[in-house]
């Protein structure tokens, strides 16, 4: 374990503190059906429209494992660089709630199916840490209860009843909240990726929940407290920042911090108590005797790891080694499709022109407009066209920005509009030329200037795109310039 960096101590009255923070994420796995059944896993539906009687506990019915989430848990486990478990058990964890029909979720406990793992987190600073993964288990949703439908009942939604989830533990290797967040990123990245799970945590398909101690730096872990549910990035920052600062305070006035659950209320921004060690379950848990243990061949996780696509890392060095910054690559990896956008952009084409473009004028307009790259106005063929008529020299790259614009709000070919609309530049010396002298007979100040500090060439410049309604070419005139003022 490396030192406690500096920058993420939190002074406190008496001192430096480290906070150490471990997650423990919930992602819902993506597939057509629930883990034991054969109901729909589709969002959205009316109240109890996706249940089965396996899914509603009714007496006799028994699980049958859905070998596609199976599947998707090994997937994960492959993108999270994790030790795969060839055999694994499904428990029964024993608890009652309402939504919970069965008295029990299946989950897996002491034998879960993927073990050890790693996630790198570069940082917006250019550092990168690594979290280490501790487990990742398969085990079914609970329903859900409305308790605002009627004055004096609370209703039950068994939609999301026997979903499966894959809870994703890491390490207690995050020392800020920003490295939490970072970590969640990456790690929705990678399950986006993937495709095992569509990462909206809008709709609840990835929760976080976020254990957080504080201790002096390098010295023994401090008590921790758990922080459930947290369903936004942002929040899991907020309160991370929020629940080390309460810690320290309670520590530093000499008390001690107590084990135990929290909630986090975005609203005000803190957390607070849900439940205190002494209320905390004993699940009894034991294997479920509907279920074998779930034993999987080598040569299966051979077949899953030979299908993966190119993941966010490997992307990242790729991208890299093309020519891009490490903050340029992040930015076009961090969802799949604006990565696939900018490779069909760069393709044949110079890999850093196309970024450019890609981050700053593509995704700064989608920003705009609040869309997604999917819902992009203009395609990467269109983009493409662009920058290769800046290439060949056909227009100047400030005329490539009012073609964006052009090709986005009206769409169609962008070679066509150039020569429809007399876009292309002139670099035509002799029309260059007459411009250029006409500029330097009435400014003999500045031609002044210019001689005396070669830098002042700017102005001409300028002076001559402003004549020539930017359709000169500005290295045409730079070079004309210079053999005019002797420069
Ligand atoms: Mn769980």
Same mark, same amino acid.
């Given at each position: 374990m490396t030192a406690a960096r500096k920058s993420n101590l939190i002074k406190g009255a008496t001192g430096d503190w480290e906070v150490v923070v471990g997650m423990e994420v919930h992602a819902q796995v993506?597939? *057509?059906?629930k883990l034991f059944s054969g109901a729909s896993t589709e969002f959205?539906?009316?109240?109890?429209?996706?249940?089965s009687l396996v899914d509603a506990a009714m007496p006799g019915m028994l699980p049958v494992i859905n070998a596609e989430c199976v599947r998707q848990a090994v997937r994960t486990g492959l993108g999270l660089q994790a030790q795969i478990n060839l055999k694994s058990v499904f428990d029964r964890k024993n608890y009652f709630y309402p939504d919970l029909p069965q008295g029990y979720q299946i989950s897996q406990y002491k034998q879960p199916v993927v073990g050890e793992g790693a996630v790198v987190v570069d940082l917006a600073n250019g550092e990168s840490v690594t979290v280490g993964i501790e487990r990742l288990h398969l085990e079914q949703d609970a329903g859900k209860l409305l308790h605002d439908q009627h004055p004096t009942y609370s209703y039950v939604d068994?939609? #999301?009843?026997?979903v499966a989830l894959m809870e994703i533990v890491s390490k207690p290797d995050i020392r800020s909240s920003e490295q939490a967040k970072a970590y969640l990123a990456k790690l929705r990245s990678i399950l986006r990726y993937l495709g095992t799970? *569509?990462?909206?945590m809008e709709k609840g398909s990835l929760r976080a929940d976020v254990n957080v101690s504080v201790r002096r730096p390098g010295g023994p872990l401090g008590t921790r407290c758990e922080i459930k549910n947290v369903n936004s990035i942002r929040f899991v920052g907020q309160a991370i920042e929020h629940e080390a600062r309460r810690q320290i305070e309670i520590i530093e006035d000499g008390g001690a911090i107590e084990q135990e659950t929290r909630l986090f209320d975005p609203d005000k921004g803190e957390t607070r108590s849900m439940r205190s060690k002494e209320e905390a379950?004993? @699940? #009894? @848990?034991?294997? *479920? =005797? *509907?279920l074998l243990p779930l034993e999987l061949t080598q040569a299966e996780v051979d077949a899953l790891k030979a299908e993966l696509p190119e993941l966010p890392d490997e992307k990242k060095a790729r991208f890299t080694a093309a020519g891009l910054s490490g903050y340029d690559a992040d930015v076009l990896i961090a969802e799949r499709a604006t990565a696939d956008f900018f490779e069909a952009v760069a393709k044949g084409r110079d890999a850093k022109g196309a970024a450019n473009w890609v981050i700053n004028d593509l995704l700064g307009r989608l920003n705009k407009e609040g869309i997604a790259i999917e819902q992009s106005r203009l395609s990467a063929e269109q983009l493409g066209a662009i920058l290769d008529l800046i290439k060949d020299g056909s227009i100047s790259g400030k005329i490539a920005k009012d073609l964006f614009e052009i090709v986005w709000i009206e769409g169609g070919d962008p070679r066509a509009i150039v020569e429809a609309r007399g876009m292309k530049q002139v670099t035509d010396t002799g029309a260059l030329e007459k411009l250029i002298d006409g500029i330097v007979a009435q400014n003999p100040d500045k031609v002044a200037d210019a001689k005396a500090? =070669?830098?002042?060439?700017g102005w001409f410049v300028g002076q001559v795109m402003k004549a020539s309604a930017g359709k000169a070419n500005p290295q045409a005139v730079n070079e004309l310039l210079r053999a005019k003022l002797g420069l």
């Open positions: 993506s597939s *057509d059906a959205g539906g009316a109240p109890n429209d996706h249940v068994l939609n #999301r009843s026997g799970c *569509d990462g909206d379950h004993d @699940y #009894r @848990y034991f294997p *479920d =005797p *509907d500090n =070669p830098k002042a060439i």
